[in-house]
């Protein structure tokens, strides 16, 4: 097992487009969770799946954003109409129920 | 709601200088608590980990004890190393539940360590 893998790992850009990132988790694990982390802060939670339902979004999860796990497998996190506050490190996880998350190596994404 | 604090950085040491980076969370309950180290471009990785009070976490020469009357979970090494320099997170999640796996991260400690 390679670990939870994300791509791209890094991506720029231009104000106003769209981006999609993919994640694909550790096989046997059912729940998948997106988390954005700026420069400086903590990783901050952004929505969760378990298998294909998407169970919890927050409120840092505006109306461009989207997350879909649509066979309970890998995941996409797509942005629409990007500004340059969506710069920041976009980071996938994973995890069994009831254990702890593993963390891909996430995907730096610069608006410029 | 869940929240994690973590002593402010950056912290500097010399090699083989003994390292203690505080945490204090507050959460209703028992969550698990965890360590996470974050390398330069890199994702984070999960050093160590303890589940209920009083347990302790270790990994690659690092500690950290649940003390529940405390609501701590601090992070030692007796000798760091300069491979060791880092950014170290201090996190809660709960074992079940619907929040099972989800974190609540503090906002990390830059740690680097000088030859």
């Known amino acids: 097992d390679t670990g939870v893998s994300q791509d791209p790992r890094h991506k720029i850009t231009k104000r106003g487009q769209n981006v999609t990132f993919r994640c694909d988790p550790i096989s046997e694990h059912n729940r998948l969770y997106w988390y954005r982390q700026t420069l400086g802060q903590g990783p901050e939670f952004l929505t969760y799946?378990?298998?294909?339902?998407?169970?919890?979004k927050s409120r840092l999860l505006s109306d461009r954003f989207s997350a879909e796990r649509p066979k309970g497998s890998f995941s996409t996190l797509e942005i629409q109409r990007t500004e340059q506050g969506d710069s920041a490190m976009y980071l996938c996880?994973?995890?069994?129920?009831?254990?702890?998350?593993?963390f891909g190596q996430g995907t730096r994404l610069t608006v410029v | 709601g869940d929240s994690v604090t973590q002593m402010e950085g950056p912290v500097t040491l010399s090699e083989e200088a003994f390292l203690t980076i505080n945490c204090t969370y507050t959460?209703?309950?028992?969550?698990?608590l965890f360590w996470y180290v974050q390398y330069p471009g890199e994702g984070l990785q999960l050093l160590l980990k303890?589940?209920?009070a009083d347990d302790k976490g270790s990994n690659k020469g690092f500690e950290a004890t649940y003390r529940k009357e405390t609501t701590s979970f601090h992070l030692e090494k007796g000798s760091v190393q300069v491979s060791d320099s880092a950014v170290y997170f201090c996190?809660?999640?709960w074992g079940g539940g619907t929040n099972a796996g989800k974190s609540t991260f503090g906002d990390g400690t830059t740690l680097t360590v000088k030859p």
């Open positions: 959460a209703t309950g028992y969550p698990s």
């Open positions: 996190a809660l999640s």
């Open positions: 996880a994973s995890s069994r129920e009831r254990t702890e998350a593993f």
């Open positions: 303890a589940t209920k």
């Open positions: 799946f378990q298998n294909e339902a998407q169970l919890e």
